[in-house]
């Protein structure tokens, strides 16, 4: 599995530790006159030389994760060494971000400020403790306290996703660039920027598969930044074992098309001109058994067009026209649920399942699971996976369009995987 902040299990997907994005980072960046639109951004921690006669320390430990970028060219001192040799290692928890835009590459870096450590004794630590099982995560939440200076990472519950501070440290003119393009280090898919003189950077940044890469290379040509089919193969085993996880969570024989995790994060809603950040439920939903929601608040940023997409606070985006559509209820269980009612699709219907014991009224009999929400398959569009954004790597999401004109949208890579597989049978 790749290297990143986010806890992803087979049954639960939880980024509120992570940073806010780097492409909504750069955004307040990038502004210079004649800069033109972002293309695209990337955090970046380590980077190695594949220069011959230039040497790396530490970079053959077969124990160190792969460097987030490699700078290559034919000798020392060509333009791809002279801008990036004099990038030192950052203290902590700092990282470089790397921008690219029609004029120029620029290199930030993170001015270090001290990480909080996370709290132990909070819903998600203890959650992460425990082993699979839908009815125990209920179970976590119902019995969950009120917790004061909670943490995740360096967001703090209460309070909203800060963007971190960074200052100037290079920059590579576009004159200088020959072109971006994906390309194979050893078996590896890179994003491959060439520079004038033959040397040049590769960028992993995270990506391990092609079809990253591609939409990556996609973004700096000026590609629309929506890409459907999006096969994220760096957690195709995760997939396949939470769909056959949510064949025990359906009846007897029920043909399991796509089993979403549970997603701790708010919900968004986009009705009509209203925006509903975090989104409270319109409809009827029921009561639950549940403390008050400790968690991070959604960055400011987030209000801004797809700033949501950059916001790891944000698990669910739905848009409508009325309050009525079916992307709406879904959002609105969603949100009511915290993200631990489970998305199941199958041949018959598309289902919330939820721990019985979060509901204040549990039906009698008494089944260890309640499925809080059902539509029937027909009201169901289109179901695919999607890249989304100017952050790379880039979001796998999940995308549900409904016959009524509704959308909703999942930060689920387990999900997006599950619906890129079922476009390929």
Known sequence: MRATSMALRVDTTDFLADPIGPATVAAALVQQPGEGPLLWAAYARTH??????????????????????????????????RYVRNVAPLSGMSRWLWTLTPHRLALHAELAAPSPEPAQSGFLARAA??????????????????EHGLSFGANVADEPVALPTLEPVAEIPRSR????????????????????????????????????????AGLAGGEPPLRPGARVEWVAKLAEKSRKLAERLVHPGEQVLLAATTNY???????????????????????????????????????????WLDDPTIAFWAQADRAERDAVALADMLAHTRGVARLVVTRARLALVAATK????????????????????????????????????????????????????????????????????
């Open 265 to 307: 994060g708010y919900a968004g809603v986009q009705l009509g001109r209203e925006l509903r950040l975090p989104h409270v439920p319109i409809g009827r939903v029921p009561e639950l058994i549940a403390t008050k929601l400790r968690w991070p608040l959604p960055a400011m940023t987030s209000r801004r067009s797809n700033g």
């Open 129 to 146: 403790r425990v082993g699979g099982g839908l009815a125990r995560l209920g179970r976590e939440l119902a019995e969950r306290v009120a």
């Open 177 to 216: 660039i020959v072109g971006v393009e994906v390309a194979h280090r050893d078996a590896a898919p890179v994003l491959r920027l060439r520079l004038v003189d033959r040397s040049g950077v590769d960028f992993l940044v995270g990506m391990t598969d092609r079809d990253e890469c591609e939409y990556a």
């Open 48 to 81: 190695c030389f594949d220069i011959p006669g230039v040497t790396n320390p530490g970079c053959e430990d077969p124990e160190r994760p792969p460097p987030d970028l490699v700078v290559w060219g034919p000798a020392p001192d060509c333009l791809a060494h």
């Open 358 to 425: 979060l509901l204040a009224a549990p039906p009698d009999p008494d089944p260890p699971l309640t499925t809080v929400l059902e539509l029937p398959p027909t009201r169901i569009r289109r179901l695919v996976a999607e890249f989304a954004g100017r952050s790379l790597p880039p979001r796998p999401l999940l995308r549900l369009d409904f016959t009524d004109g509704s959308t909703l949208r999942l930060r689920d890579p387990i999900a997006a995987r599950q619906a890129a597989a079922l476009g390929d049978r």
